[in-house]
């Protein structure tokens, strides 16, 4: 059974750092790619990037050079390291699991959901 639990979010000020953590049971070693999303209130959840099983990485634009995404099978878990922050990059961020094929950043193609760590970006 997969379960995802994000943590870590919070507020941070403009340029600054911070690591989410999205706890994935039942997925490392399933084969299984790991995805990083963000949502505005009343706005579409869109990707921010997303890990597959062997590590290679793709990151959308807004955030390619300051986010990094990695994992720790071994703690099975999924990070999301951001540097830079700018006040666009506040949003709920969720974690996911299972890409299921056509296109990386859309919702609809990832099977499973986290519920959601918060941060907050301000000046």
């Known amino acids: 059974q997969v379960q995802l639990v994000e943590s870590g979010g919070c507020s941070v000020q403009v340029g600054g750092s911070l690591t989410l953590s999205c706890s994935a049971s039942g997925v490392m070693g399933s084969g299984y790619s790991l995805a990083w999303f963000r949502q505005l209130p009343g706005k579409e959840r869109e990707g921010v990037g997303y890990i597959q099983p062997g590590g290679r990485t793709v990151y959308a634009d807004s955030v390619k050079g300051r986010f990094t995404i990695s994992q720790d099978t071994a703690k099975n878990t999924l990070y999301l390291q951001m540097n830079s922050l700018r006040p666009e990059d506040t949003a709920m961020y969720y974690c996911?699991?299972?890409?299921?094929?056509?296109?990386?950043?859309?919702?609809?193609?990832?099977?499973?959901w986290g519920q959601g760590t918060q941060v907050t970006v301000s000046s």
């Open positions: 996911a699991a299972h890409f299921k094929g056509i296109s990386w950043f859309k919702q609809t193609s990832w099977g499973f």
